[in-house]
């Protein structure tokens, strides 16, 4: 898959934003379905973490990365793994990135979950949006589909 370089970097309000966030979900307070993922860095090895939004559709779970390729995306892309965590609870996950044409509807359903939120990062694109729209916003928003990991 060739990487695309789309990336929004936060603003100093929106990482106090995202700590405050952390924190509360830390201490088992999800805020609209947030989770606090932890990946290994793809570098260092170090565990990284960051509050993130998971969407559910049909049973099934998605992480999207509406400022495009983060840092947590691309750790993610290079660990297929992973934690998310609420309160005490941590859950360990295996993530599978999707191809761009799989994200319409993962995207749509996002934008219309999220978009007072996120729904800036998107360029005008929203969940009223056409699927030609969302297909070409697709490159830049990696989204993973994720699964309990089984013990081995």
Known sequence: MTENVRYLEPTRSAVAFNAVVARLTRMGVSLWGSRVLSVRGRKTGEWRSVP??????????????????????????????????????????????????????????????????VGAFFDGIDATSSDADLLAAAPGVPVFRITRRHAA
Do not use: C
């Open 52 to 117: 993130v939004n998971m969407l559910v559709i049909d049973g099934e779970r998605h992480l999207v990365a509406a400022r495009g390729h983060t840092q947590w995306a691309r750790n993610l892309r290079a660990a297929g793994e992973g934690t998310l965590r609420v309160g005490r609870r941590v859950e360990w996950f295996e993530a599978v990135e999707l191809g761009d044409e799989q994200k319409s509807p993962i995207l749509r359903a996002y934008l219309g979950r999220w978009g007072w939120e």
